[in-house]
């Protein structure tokens, strides 16, 4: 299986690293051995001293497609969840600087979190889900997903243009502001519409 990424996807947190705003999706991927397993703490690697957290929706895809139209994507998916996209912020400055790829900073071993998954007829409207994210109890991002420059429907149609989906890729959706760096021994919080999803350790 494959994650594939969205950047740039909230105009706040576009602004917050004083990016532009794309006029299309920005998109990257993440090998599966990115994934944290089940009840396993994120380890702060060596090679960065600031690893950063996004907390992100993310979708599983149920269903094989490629060139998927929009009013189609909805067939593609039934759980959601919520990610934390690590990025090692440091080396994804100076590879930006250099205009190399970002692989090193984005998909490095421990770098892709998923939660639980809730089925998508729990939630009203797919295009209003409200997150957030907890740092030692403290909410330190907020997002919703009517927030989101591309939607969920959007995006899959875009992404399988380039990528054939396949039954367990996951796609994260990208984060709102409020990024900021984890250090030893934090406690990170994820919250689906007040239901918690996740509790991670960072090491
Ligand atoms: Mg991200």
Redesign the pocket.
């Known amino acids: 299986m494959k994650v594939i990424?969205v950047?740039r996807n909230y105009a706040d947190h576009i602004s917050e690293l004083n990016n532009t705003k794309p006029s299309e999706p920005v998109l990257f991927l993440k090998p599966d051995s990115a994934i944290i397993l089940k009840n396993r703490p994120f380890y702060i690697p060596d090679f960065s001293n600031d690893i950063n957290y996004?907390i992100?929706l993310i979708i599983k895809i149920s269903r094989l497609g490629k060139h998927i139209q929009m009013k189609f994507s909805h067939k593609y998916y039934e759980y959601i969840g919520l990610g934390i996209?690590f990025?090692a912020r440091d080396m994804q400055t100076e590879l930006k600087k250099k205009g190399l790829p970002w692989e090193k900073s984005k998909a490095f071993d421990g770098s892709c979190f998923v939660s639980e998954w809730v089925h998508k007829s729990n939630f009203k409207d797919l295009n209003k889900i409200d997150f957030n994210l907890k740092l030692n109890n403290n909410i330190v991002q907020n997002g919703n997903s009517n927030l989101m420059l591309w939607k969920i429907d959007e995006l899959i149609s875009y992404i399988s243009t380039f990528f054939t989906l396949k039954i367990g890729d996951i796609i994260?959706t990208?984060?709102p502001s409020g990024v900021g760096k984890v250090s030893k021994n934090d406690i990170l919080e994820g919250f689906l519409e007040n239901k918690k999803m996740f509790n991670l350790k960072i090491k």
């Open positions: 990424c950047g996004e992100e996209d990025t994260f990208g984060t």
